[in-house]
């Protein structure tokens, strides 16, 4: 089966910075790559996605690149705020009815 | 609109006891899912259904049972809890097809003692 990878485990920046986190996957068949945030006590939420025919998707503060050729994938935030603070997954699907997560990362913005 | 709704949101039960983690979601979602999230691990796909009468397992079944007569529901029944069952549980659902976005509940959080 697919195999997710995630780093950091745990990412702190201050107020302003950028914060990147990546993935990579072990099948290639894998064509759709969500992000969840997930806020504490709550279910995870999407925040972007991106499909295996696009290299690349922006939604404002929030960007993710995709690299098919290596198997990975990363989320980008610019101009972090303390609301940013949360767990993020990443996850990889080839049938749009199976998600393969990653194991998460912590991510704290300093005020 | 209530979207994915599980219940209870907490539950202690003794090691061998029964319970039935209750999903119901009102967005006619074909797709539904059961998860459960360890410390550190990520969230681990139990069972799911592409749709009512369907069912499949996922990565990690053992010591769980699913049904799914409706639509709406997506019970996950959990017949002699062990402590290594101890977690946190999350119930989604999506459209059929690709890049549909899974909404979540709120979860469970189960301990077994």
């Known amino acids: 089966g697919e195999n997710v990878e995630q780093h950091p485990s745990t990412l702190s920046v201050q107020e302003g910075d950028s914060a990147v986190i990546k993935c990579t996957y072990s099948d290639s068949a894998s064509n759709y790559f969500p992000w969840y945030k997930q806020e504490l006590g709550k279910g995870p939420q999407l925040i972007i996605d991106?499909?295996?025919?696009?290299g690349e998707k922006k939604d404002q503060r929030i960007a993710v690149t995709l690299n098919k050729t290596a198997k990975h994938f990363s989320l980008h935030i610019t101009e972090t705020q303390p609301e940013d603070s949360a767990v993020y997954f990443c996850a990889a699907s080839k049938t749009g009815n199976q998600f393969y997560f990653g194991t998460g990362t912590s991510l704290t913005v300093i005020p | 609109n209530a979207g994915v709704t599980q219940t209870p949101k907490f539950r202690i039960l003794k090691i061998g006891q029964s319970m039935t983690l209750q999903c119901t979601q009102d967005m006619n979602h074909n797709y539904m899912y059961w998860y459960r999230q360890d410390p550190g691990m990520g969230l681990k796909l139990i069972y799911y259904?592409?749709?009512?009468?369907?069912?499949d397992k996922g990565e990690v079944p053992n010591g769980y049972n699913v049904s799914r007569s409706t639509t709406e529901d997506f019970p996950l029944r959990l017949e002699l809890a062990a402590p290594s069952q101890t977690s946190v549980y999350f119930c989604a659902s999506n459209l059929p097809g690709f890049q549909a976005e899974a909404f979540f509940g709120q979860g469970t959080r189960l301990t077994v003692v």
């Open positions: 991106i499909r295996s025919n696009v």
């Open positions: 259904s592409v749709g009512a009468g369907i069912t």
